[in-house]
């Protein structure tokens, strides 16, 4: 079944229909616009979003970021983030696969089917102009006919008329015999347009007509088939990036699962524990000897206090809930900063004493290895002098050995700090003597007195363990393990050599210093660079 048999003479709902189609394509490329719109909006507001929640560099936000709670936050916005840039995505995989696209062939479609109904157009003129042409010939035939009967009916009666000359009578004969012949041609000329006529429209009906429908009915189930596309594709170009979107809402649920309240409990003792010891009992004050007496010192606990810290006076008691006064200053409560830390409680003064020695200490490692660099370059200018002054490296050479020199003094001082607050490293020291002018390392014992057995090869790093601390602890129960990335030549003391591919005992986690400390399956431990391992920590 098609159109040009079943629907031959319904031209006007042909039209019509074909019409409504198109209208429907435009229809839905606007619909999937103001859909793409949305999207995009959806995204804008969500980034918008998590811009605001976002904490700003420096902020007391981003400090609170080493809590788990506070850095899952920091994840399910940046989850969020991932997710408003998918929905971006879509919208834009809208807009040029369907919108785009639709409007393409919208445009294909209209001018072909101006194509279509012009030439259906121009047979239905071209029939209508030989009807026209029949519709004249016949009228001429009749109105001839009609004349000639006349001549005849004259001829008859003049030729009856006993009045009428011979030459009237002949001449009545050949006007009506001319009218006769006249007549006749008009007749053949109507039968000859008749059948013209007869076959155009024949061929109007039966082939032209057909297959100007035929066509459009091709072209109409071409546009079904283009649209039925665009809305498998209005599906699945959502469903294109669901893996991902799948993967943001993973990414926050396993924010909520890394949560660790124990954990974040911990590090707030870590980063506020002062060290402090509680205050002791007020000693009673008997006004009834007229003795002025005050506080013990010793109620305080230690030397250096939270009363003293403060500032506040010994005679009242250390309220842990802070009582603020109308003339509340900052400077009333906040201790000037120092050098040495001296304004922190105990336990975060250590803390920030380590944290400082070192940083000078990975100062100090630089600085000597630019230094035995240098000193190697030197070296190779002396023996090949073509390839550069030795003399050219002097100044680059005394402003290292400056550099190193007030280092070493800067260590030394920090050093001393922090014996006298009672600490020392947990894992990894930096000395400040444990480099001679020469780029050479010292040694020293764990109780921190200078040995002189011995002078390492240079180019030891500055990352050191004490070999005595090794012998005198026990071996600590791996917490997890690690595989080996590259190789790892282990050159320097304190560390071990690892082969690509060699798994090991993990002992001790990275502290921030990019180390990681390892023991071998034969029991020999050291440390080797976090960067080249991949670790795997018990749960």
């Known amino acids: 079944m098609d159109w040009g048999t079943d629907l031959w003479d319904q031209y006007d709902i042909i039209d019509k229909h074909t019409q409504s189609g198109l209208d429907l394509v435009e229809k839905y490329v606007k619909f999937v616009k103001e859909r793409t719109e949305i999207e995009q909006n959806y995204a804008k507001q969500l980034r918008n979003l998590t811009k605001k929640y976002s904490p700003k560099r420096g902020s007391k936000e981003e400090q609170e970021c080493r809590f788990t709670n506070h850095q899952s936050f920091l994840d399910v916005l940046n989850e969020m983030n991932d997710y408003a840039g998918q929905r971006e995505l879509i919208a834009e995989n809208m807009m040029m696969n369907i919108c785009i696209e639709l409007t393409k062939y919208l445009q294909e479609l209209k001018q072909e089917r101006k194509t279509h109904l012009s030439e259906a157009k121009k047979a239905q ?98 546009r079904i088939r283009r649209l039925a596309q665009g809305y498998v594709l209005f599906s699945d170009t959502e469903k294109h990036v669901m893996p991902i979107i799948g993967k943001c809402l993973d990414g926050i649920t396993r924010a909520g699962n890394n949560v660790n309240e124990h954990n974040d409990s911990l590090a707030l003792i870590e980063q506020h524990k002062s060290g402090f010891e509680r205050p002791g009992d007020l000693e009673f004050e008997d006004y009834s000897q007229g003795i002025n007496r005050t506080s013990s010192e ?44 001296g304004h922190l409680p105990p336990e975060q ?35 090949n002098p073509q390839m550069g002054d030795p003399a050219s490296l002097a100044p680059q050479i005394n402003q290292t050995t400056q550099n190193m020199e007030r280092l070493r003094g800067e260590l030394s001082k920090y050093e001393n700090w922090l014996t006298e607050a009672g600490g020392r490293g947990d894992t990894l020291r930096y000395s400040s003597q444990s480099f001679n002018n020469n780029g050479a390392h010292d040694t020293y014992s764990p109780d921190g ?4 057995e011995g002078t390492p090869d240079p180019s030891h790093a500055i990352y050191a363990e004490f070999d005595d601390d090794f012998e005198e602890e026990e071996l600590a129960a791996p917490i997890g393990q690690c595989t080996a990335l590259y190789n790892f030549p282990g050159s320097s003391e304190g560390t071990i050599a690892m082969q690509e591919g060699e798994v090991l005992s993990v002992v001790e986690e990275d502290k921030g210093d990019g180390w990681t400390r390892v023991r071998r399956s034969n029991g020999d431990e050291g440390y080797i660079p976090t960067s080249y391992v991949s670790i795997t920590l018990n749960k």
């Open 298 to 341: 010793s109620s305080l606990g230690t030397p250096k206090g939270p009363l003293d810290l403060l500032g506040k006076n010994k005679s009242k008691p250390f309220w842990l809930f802070s009582k603020k006064s109308k003339r509340y200053t900052p400077e009333r409560s906040t201790p000037t900063a120092t050098e040495d830390f």
């Open 449 to 452: 007195a200078h040995s002189e």
């Open 349 to 383: 003064r250590r803390k920030r004493l380590q944290q400082k020695i070192e940083e000078l200490g990975k100062e100090l490692q630089k600085e000597v290895d630019q230094s035995e660099a240098l000193g190697k370059m030197k070296d190779v200018y002396e023996k």
């Open 125 to 222: 003129q071209s029939l209508e102009s030989t009807y026209k042409q029949l519709d004249s010939s016949k009228k001429r035939f009749e109105r001839e006919w009609r004349e000639a009967e006349k001549a005849a009916q004259y001829a008859e009666k003049t030729d009856l008329d006993i009045n009428a000359t011979k030459a009237d009578v002949e001449k009545a004969k050949q006007q009506a015999h001319m009218r006769s012949h006249v007549a006749e041609e008009c007749k053949n000329d109507y039968a000859a347009q008749l059948q013209k006529y007869n076959k155009e429209q024949s061929q109007f009906y039966f082939t032209d007509m057909p297959l100007i429908f035929n066509k459009l009915q091709d072209m109409d189930e071409k």
